[in-house]
């Protein structure tokens, strides 16, 4: 029998062939192999991407695509073939994979349990105060029942109120034989928010890969997560807050910005800018990650909007608004806006 490490050792000894088999064109320089992002989209940066051979470690340097998959070999894997089937990969079949190219008998490699993560009592606490709330969610866009908690115990240790994921009708699925088990589900509306078209199921374990995974078949590029709830305002306002992820419009909810939406990831898609150029907003507040692929999207989005909206990019000390104390959101970020644009 060997374990995960020897099989890691048998794929770096034939690297060049693992690469070659995910269609990956790369340079080899010393210990590193650089090349494009095989995961994201649009990647044209021959050295966006490196993969050390001596820490058997891989970066996305320009969108932090590790952050999703897991920076080991594995996650790699994951990452691409998820990438070029368009379905999520599990570790399993990328472990699956690696046997077939590299003639690795499956069943003589074993599998070490993982361990919990460090706060796992601590969810399991929530959890169990929360079991009154268990209920049966249905997917309007799928057919799909999941079982649910509400409000999600994950978030919960993440310092967000019970109140906010009551409103934003966020919970953990607890049944088994679901895709989204121990995941916890962020439901996305269409546009007047009489549907839910899809969730997002965000993985409550540390271990799990990909860290984000959305219902089969749904098309993000279409949406803006909260549109529906902050278009209202941001019609009266002529304002809307623009972010990267679910949980820094929650924040900004939490320190009363009703009208934020996030675009699922770094930079907006023709068909949300359609939907923003089809509203009656003229001013945009850019609160993209204060990281190089947060820079990156802001000047994208200064070159592609800025002659058709009143960008605000307001200084930014943390890394996202999402991990940014309410009381220093109101102090520091929207001190520089004014209240006028928000509500």
Request: aromatic residues 10%; proline residues 3%.
């Amino acid at each position: 029998m060997m374990d995960l490490k020897k099989v890691k050792s048998i794929i770096f000894k034939d690297i060049e062939l693992v690469l070659s088999n995910l269609d990956m064109s790369y340079e080899i320089l010393g210990d590193n192999i650089y090349s494009t992002c095989p995961i994201h989209e649009g990647s044209d940066n021959c050295r966006a991407f490196s993969l050390s051979k001596d820490k058997r470690i891989w970066t996305c340097w320009t969108r932090g695509c590790q952050e999703d998959y897991g920076n080991d070999i594995f996650g790699l894997i994951q990452g691409v073939l998820s990438q070029s089937t368009g379905e999520p990969v599990g570790f399993k079949e990328a472990l699956l994979w690696v046997c077939k190219v590299l003639n690795i008998d499956s069943h003589d490699i074993k599998v070490e349990k993982v361990e919990e993560p460090d706060d796992f009592v601590k969810l399991v606490n929530i959890f169990r105060n929360n079991t009154e709330h268990q209920n049966n969610k249905l997917s309007e866009s799928t057919g799909v029942r999941y079982n649910v908690i509400h409000p999600s115990p994950y978030f919960q240790t993440r310092g967000f109120a019970e109140s906010t994921l009551l409103h934003f009708e966020v919970g953990d699925c607890v049944d088994k034989s679901s895709p989204m088990h121990n995941r916890s589900l962020i439901p996305i509306h269409n546009d007047d928010g009489s549907e839910i078209v899809a969730h997002i199921g965000r993985t409550t374990k540390h271990y799990m890969k990909p860290k984000f995974l959305f219902t089969k078949g749904f098309d993000k590029r279409m949406f803006l997560y909260n549109y529906h709830r902050a278009i209202d305002v941001a019609t009266s306002t002529s304002c809307l807050f623009v972010t990267e992820g679910q949980g820094d419009v929650w924040r900004l909810y939490e320190a009363g910005v009703n009208n934020a939406v996030s675009i699922f990831g770094k930079t907006l898609t023709e068909q949300q800018i359609h939907k923003l150029t089809s509203s009656e907003v003229t001013t945009l507040v850019v609160l993209t990650d204060n990281d190089q692929a947060g820079r990156e999207a802001k000047t994208d989005i200064q070159r592609r909007l800025g002659r058709m909206f009143n960008l605000i990019f307001p200084r930014m000390t943390s890394k996202d608004i999402g991990d940014m104390p309410v009381e220093l959101i109101e102090s520091k970020i929207l001190t520089q806006i004014g209240g006028n644009l928000y509500g």
